[in-house]
């Protein structure tokens, strides 16, 4: 086993411990959704032009793959708190949080979805959403764009690394809420 993936289990398994010990609070949330992130990514579980997101109850992100950005044109600590309804297009958005809390119950779903990003270019993707995992109370979402955009997506990448990545001030002004 490589070092990575030993590292990434021994977070993983930390940040566990606690949350199946009753302690809920954001900090051990972002833990062990990133550290369970991580053992995938180091594992090989997740392929190149897929968008892994793992997000608590309310619908607000802990974790998400580098290739975030790739696609989104956000770096990944930028996607941190944002919503689902942050990665929606506007017109979608009244709609969301019921149909977030209908997959809550279902414990699955899967299906199109239009990606959001902040310079107002929707991503269609299609989507495989887990409720409770890996743990009760987190949510994993697999996106994997439309082929149009896995090829788009190298060039949207490499714009992004020629002016810097957007900022949350930025991301939230071009989504009307500054």
């Known amino acids: 086993m490589s070092h990575r993936i030993e590292q990434a289990l021994a977070s ?22 990133s550290a369970w992130l991580e053992y995938q990514l180091a ?37 941190l708190g944002m919503t689902v309804s942050d990665l929606t297009p506007p ?13 809550i119950r279902a414990g699955e779903a899967s299906g199109e979805f239009r990606l959001w990003r902040p310079d107002a270019q929707d991503v269609p993707a299609a989507f495989e959403a887990k409720a409770d995992a890996p743990v009760a ?21 490499a714009g992004a ?11 939230r002004a071009l989504a009307g809420r500054a």
């Open 43 to 79: 594992s090989g579980a997740v392929p190149d032009d897929q968008i892994v997101l793992v997000a608590d109850d309310d619908a607000r992100y802990l974790a998400a793959t580098p290739n975030v950005e790739r696609y989104l044109g956000v770096d990944p600590e930028t996607v």
């Open 91 to 103: 017109d979608d958005r009244p709609s969301v949080m019921a149909a977030w809390a209908a997959f």
């Open 161 to 171: 690394a020629a002016r810097g990545t957007i900022a949350i001030s930025e991301t």
């Open 137 to 157: 109370g987190l949510h994993v979402s697999r996106l994997t764009p439309a082929a149009q955009w896995v090829a788009r997506g190298d060039l949207v990448a």
């Open 12 to 33: 993983w398994r930390s940040a566990a411990t606690e949350w199946e010990a009753g302690v809920h609070d954001r900090d051990v949330a972002v833990r062990l959704a």
